[in-house]
């Protein structure tokens, strides 16, 4: 069973990794926040992934936390989020 935990671990650990990449290297800040509402899932598997090998269900209350943290925090910035400059959309010449 440790090696199902094990690669559960690894897959969210390279996951992680492709999701930061796509953090940096986002276009768009649009992009970015889908990225960062990744990690958030990431993370929140992880805890979910912690919870069940370790049978510890005292930080189950941190999965509600995150969850209720990052719908807060996408929804503030998509809702107060600028437009991103592109060249020659918006501008007076």
């Known amino acids: 069973m440790n090696v199902i935990w094990a690669t559960a671990g690894v897959l969210l650990g390279i996951a992680a990794v492709i999701t930061?990449?796509?953090?940096?290297?986002?276009?768009?800040?649009?992009?970015?926040?889908?990225?960062?509402?990744?990690?958030?899932?990431?993370?929140?598997?992880g805890i979910g992934i912690w919870a069940a090998a370790s049978r510890d269900t005292t930080v189950t209350y941190s999965l509600a936390a995150l969850a209720l943290v990052g719908f807060i925090g996408s929804v503030s910035v998509a809702r107060f989020r600028v437009p991103d400059d592109r060249p020659g959309v918006g501008r007076v010449r």
């Open 20 to 45: 930061m990449y796509r953090l940096l290297a986002g276009p768009s800040t649009l992009d970015r926040l889908v990225a960062l509402d990744t990690l958030a899932a990431m993370n929140m598997c």
